[in-house]
């Protein structure tokens, strides 16, 4: 390895802008820049606040120095929420303001200037855009920086991603035959497959690891109501605290509460994704200004928004998976050796899911660099698996950017990975002709047919995520813009809450409803948004498993005569699967949750299985599996033969016959306490 003073003289241009105010390079820096800067693709994994961003950033800049100069796009840097890009965008442009060196971003909410930047920051979905309006701005693209790549991987929008990919590589080789492949580096605190991030996503790409973390100190309170929240408020020493919800509603009521019974003035925000983007950049200042202060939010604020300094950060209710646990606490106490939170379970099930994390983030911590793996990586049941979904998203979004408004085969083929067979795609490309989505043009093209161009008009082509293409939409009845997707229409004149006022339904269009502030109004009805349910991972519940001595492979029974509990700590999507299984071999189940099912008669064992009966089981609920695994926003869309197999890839079932195969039910009296308090009426 390098010492300090060897890479210091690597980067003569970047020293001065990143690293000359701290004197040193932190050792994920010290690591990483040689290998960028001698042009190697590179996935870069280290702590939060670790100095990623300018152990990539920093490289790559002085490798291109020269051509930064020059007019066109050089380094897109791609983040995964458009607040993240705004934040990296303002940490960046004051370091490069005396360069020469034009920074811009683009989101759904902020337009490019007419002039093209040497760095863009943005999103997926913005690039996407971007390549069906302006492709020839990618001609020259030399680097690639995809930022959180743990927050894509094996994701609807990580697919995407690896379809924008090669649509890039494509245009930059039409232009210069003769040029390289565009570096790319990837960034994140944690990954559970290093060597499969790096092949899906880089080119050869070599992997830098650091181990490290702030210590977490965690205390778990039960919230019986609201009351507890504002009682352990006023307990702790925090001027500033962020409070994380799982849903809108509850961020509503929270910040109601708290503006009611807390004993003590501080501001009261909140913030979540259907806030107009104005507003949440207001709350965002705002709360970052104010001396005392709490800010009550859903995942939006799990990333590195500036919202300035965080004492406390409160959880109401167990996030679904580690990622969003990690990400949520790591918010506050940011300038400590240790990460505060306190943890707010709603019933025994979340308080369990709550120890459980903090387990799983101990051993993720503690995990040997040499191995690049996690001790808890056995597991996971959930595989990666391409998501076809997408290649519709990319068929529409080609037939955009193509100068003659059609699309071939060929072309879908060229940016499609190899896990998508050529004849998948024919089959995806002929039932969008039948649903009416495309039709023939000239031999061997296709183009929009009349489902399609409404979908252009509405510029709703650039996400495979979101609600599905036939959702109602409220917009600003003034400016037009987004601010909720709903699960059905309201007619004019009523009054709805949302984001903590009451807002009138103004006017009513065929897909969309305009709401307008309304003072004082008398609330008709909350807003109701279209729900989505976040799966609770197997390794999750395989912790609480475990916390309970039961060994691995172990089911625990809970006699409830003449029925049983049967507790398999499967988590939400196998134990779905398990339940319908079961049914298929004759026994009457019903899934419970995350933790356990309802039988009506006592089984002393699991019946015998084979791969038939997985497979049936498992088509039985396709339509909750695929909604479960986030399959994407035109999965409906694909064939049947199309569509099945990708579900069934990312259920792994060869490993749950295996799994099944292998367990054993067994009854413990000295654990039925706490089966009991797992079960929803605890």
């Given amino acids: 390895m390098l010492t300090q003073r060897e890479v210091k003289s690597g980067i003569p241009h970047t020293w001065p802008l990143f690293f000359a105010r701290h004197g040193r390079f932190t050792p994920i820096q010290q690591q990483s820049i040689p290998f960028i800067l001698d042009g190697r693709d590179t996935l870069v994994i280290a702590a939060t606040a670790s100095g990623k961003t300018e152990a990539v950033i920093a490289p790559l800049l002085e490798r291109l120095w020269p051509r930064l100069k020059q007019p066109g796009l050089v380094v897109l840097y791609i983040c995964p929420t458009r607040a993240l890009v705004r934040n990296l965008y303002e940490r960046l442009r004051p370091i490069l303001d005396d360069t020469d060196i034009a920074i811009g971003m683009k989101t759904g909410d902020v337009t490019l200037a007419r002039q093209m930047p040497a760095i863009l920051i943005t999103t997926p979905e913005s690039t996407d855009s971007l390549l069906t309006r302006a492709p020839k701005s990618f001609s020259d693209l030399q680097a690639i920086i995809l930022d959180e790549i743990h927050l894509f991987d094996n994701t609807p929008r990580g697919d995407h991603l690896r379809c924008l990919l090669p649509r890039i590589e494509r245009i930059r080789q039409y232009a210069n035959p003769e040029a390289e492949s565009a570096q790319r580096a990837a960034l994140s605190a944690t990954v559970p497959d290093p060597d499969g991030v790096a092949a899906r996503y880089l080119q050869n790409g070599v992997v830098v690891q650091v181990p490290g973390g702030r210590t977490i100190t965690a205390e778990i309170r039960p919230l019986y109501d609201l009351t507890e929240l504002v009682n352990s408020l006023s307990e702790r020493p925090s001027r500033k605290s962020l409070i994380f919800c799982n849903s809108r509603k509850e961020v509503e009521e929270t910040a109601v509460a708290l503006q009611r019974q807390l004993p003590h003035h501080a501001e009261v925000f909140v913030h979540y994704s259907n806030l107009d983007t104005a507003v949440r950049r207001d709350v965002e200042e705002r709360f970052a200004a104010a001396a005392v202060a709490i800010c009550v939010c859903t995942s939006t604020l799990e990333l590195g928004v500036d919202i300035g300094s965080v004492d406390d950060v409160v959880l109401l209710g167990a996030p679904p998976d580690l990622n969003s646990f990690l990400q949520r606490i790591g918010r506050g106490s940011r300038r400590t050796a240790q990460t505060q939170a306190l943890c707010m379970p709603k019933t025994a099930g979340e308080w369990a899911r709550f120890e459980a994390l903090l387990t799983l983030a101990q051993e993720t911590g503690d995990r040997r660099l040499e191995t690049n793996q996690s001790p808890i990586s056995s597991l996971q049941s959930q595989t990666y698996g391409f998501r076809p979904s997408v290649l519709i998203q990319q068929t ?79 917009v600003n009845a003034h400016t037009g813009l987004t601010i909720a997707t709903t699960d059905r229409s309201y007619p004019p004149g009523m009054v709805v809450l949302f984001g903590g006022q009451p807002m009138k339904v103004v ?106 009966i997985v497979q049936k089981a498992a088509i039985d609920i396709l339509a909750t599996l695929s909604n479960r695994l986030e399959m994407g926003r035109y999965h409906p869309l694909l064939p049947a033969s199309v569509a099945r197999p990708a579900v069934l890839r990312q259920l792994n079932l060869e490993r749950f016959r295996q799994t099944y195969n292998a367990s054993r039910i067994i009854t413990d009296r000295r654990i039925a306490r706490q089966l009991h308090q797992l079960l929803p009426s605890s």
């Fill in 396 to 474: 529409f979004s080609l037939i955009r950017q193509s100068p003659t408004g059609s699309a071939r085969l060929a072309d879908l083929r060229r940016i499609a990975p190899p896990e998508a067979t050529s004849d998948d795609i024919r089959k995806i490309v002929s039932q969008l002709v039948f649903a009416g989505y495309l039709q023939s043009g000239r031999p061997g093209q296709w183009k929009p047919d009349e489902k399609l161009k409404e979908l252009l008009d509405r510029h709703e082509i650039y996400a495979n995520i979101g609600a599905d293409v036939s959702a109602i939409t409220a």
């Fill in 507 to 612: 006017w009513v269009e065929k897909y969309r409803f305009g709401l307008a502030p309304a003072p004082g109004a008398v609330v008709d009805d909350a807003l109701h948004f279209r729900k989505t349910y976040a799966a609770i991972p197997f390794v999750v519940t395989q912790t609480v498993a475990h916390s309970l001595n039961l060994k691995q492979g172990q089911m625990a029974a809970l006699p409830q005569a003449p029925d049983l509990f049967l507790f398999h700590f499967w988590g939400t999507v196998w134990g779905a699967l398990l339940t319908s299984v079961l049914k298929v071999t004759g026994v009457s189940a019903e899934s419970v949750n995350e933790y356990c099912l309802f039988l009506r008669q006592p089984i002393a064992q699991l019946p015998p299985i084979d791969e038939s």
